[in-house]
C-alpha cells in the first residue's frame, strides 16, 4: 500500500474540533456545532431515552460510515472513478466487560462500477488505516476488518 496521499492541501483537516453539548431536560441533549448546527442527542430507551432520535452510539456508527463514504468517494474521484452505489454496512460485537468498548468491528463495502480489486484494496486500506480519522480510531480500540463487493 502506498502511504502517500497526493490531496490537494485543501483537503487536510487539521484545525481544531469545538462542540457544546447542552442538557435538554430528562435524558436528551444538544451538541451544536461550531458552524452552528445542532445536533439532537437522546439516551438509549434502556437507559431513560425515549427512541424518537438517535442516540450517541447511532450517531458514532453513522459517522464512522459516513466518514468511510465520504474518503472512498474522494480516493475514488482522485482516480477518475466514481461509484453509481455505494453501501457501508458495519456490524460491531461490544466488549463484554470494562471497558466500554467494542470487540470487533466489521464493515461490508459494497460498490457498483468498473472497479478492479486492485484498486477498490488499496482504496480501503488507506481509508480504514490513514485517511478517515474515525475508522483510524476504531482501529485503534478494536478488531476492525472489512469486506468488498463488487456488483
Known amino acids: ?49 425515549k427512541g424518537k432520535i438517535p442516540n450517541p452510539i447511532d450517531y458514532l456508527f453513522a459517522s464512522l460510515g459516513g466518514c468511510i463514504g465520504i474518503k472512498i468517494l474522494l480516493d475514488l474521484g482522485d482516480k477518475g472513478l466514481a461509484p453509481e452505489l455505494l453501501k457501508i454496512e458495519t456490524n460491531a460485537i461490544r466488549k463484554q466487560d470494562l471497558p466500554a468498548t467494542f470487540e470487533s468491528v466489521h464493515h461490508i463495502i459494497t460498490l457498483t462500477g468498473a472497479f478492479s480489486d486492485e484498486i477498490i484494496s488499496d482504496t480501503l486500506e488507506k481509508t480504514m488505516t490513514l485517511l478517515c480519522p474515525i475508522a483510524v480510531i476504531f482501529g485503534e480500540t478494536a478488531k476492525m476488518t472489512w469486506e468488498y463487493w463488487i456488483l
Open 1 to 49: 500500500m502506498n502511504t502517500e496521499i497526493s490531496w490537494d492541501p485543501a483537503r487536510m483537516e487539521f484545525k481544531p474540533v469545538t462542540m457544546t453539548v447542552v442538557h435538554d431536560g430528562g435524558m436528551s441533549f444538544s451538541a451544536t456545532t461550531s458552524t452552528g448546527l445542532t445536533i439532537p442527542i437522546d439516551a438509549h430507551v434502556h437507559l431513560g431515552g
